[in-house]
Nanobody
Framework: QVQLVESGGGLVQAGDSLRLSCKPS????????MGWFRQAPGKEREFVAA????????YYAGPVKGRFTISRDNAKNTVYLEMNSLTPEDTAVYYCAASTNVYIRVVLPTTYDYWGQGTQVTVSS
């Protein structure tokens, strides 16, 4: 069962912006952090960004630092990924994930317990 739902993906041109959203669907759970990962064709899933629920501490992968912003709305239990200055290299399926662990290594997929179905982001040149 999909317990996280992403939305906001689409086809854009280089230099454009998109905002992705991720929120729980159905079952409830307590998470300590949320993360965004992406996977391009022929590539392994890679870390993009993460944020903690309590303090709002953020983490970014090098290729997106300065261009992407992760944020959360605690009341709505929703996480966002604002993507600016998009390039064709950002083309991928983007997944959100939730971790219930006390100790987390945000860049590792194994840290996360729940995943969304993914949303396609395509950037044309």
């Amino acid at each position: 069962q999909v317990q996280l739902v992403e939305s906001g993906g689409g086809l854009v041109q280089a230099g454009d912006s998109l905002r992705l959203s991720c929120k729980p669907s159905g079952r409830t759970f307590k998470s300590s952090a949320m993360g965004w990962f992406r996977q391009a064709p022929g590539k392994e899933r890679e870390f993009v960004a993460a944020i903690t629920w309590s303090g709002g501490t953020t983490y970014y992968a090098g290729p997106v630092k300065g261009r992407f912003t992760i944020s959360r709305d605690n009341a709505k239990n929703t996480v966002y990924l604002e993507m600016n200055s998009l390039t064709p290299e950002d083309t991928a399926v983007y997944y959100c994930a939730a971790s219930t662990n006390v100790y987390i290594r945000v860049v590792l997929p194994t840290t996360y317990d729940y995943w969304g179905q993914g949303t396609q982001v395509t950037v044309s040149s």
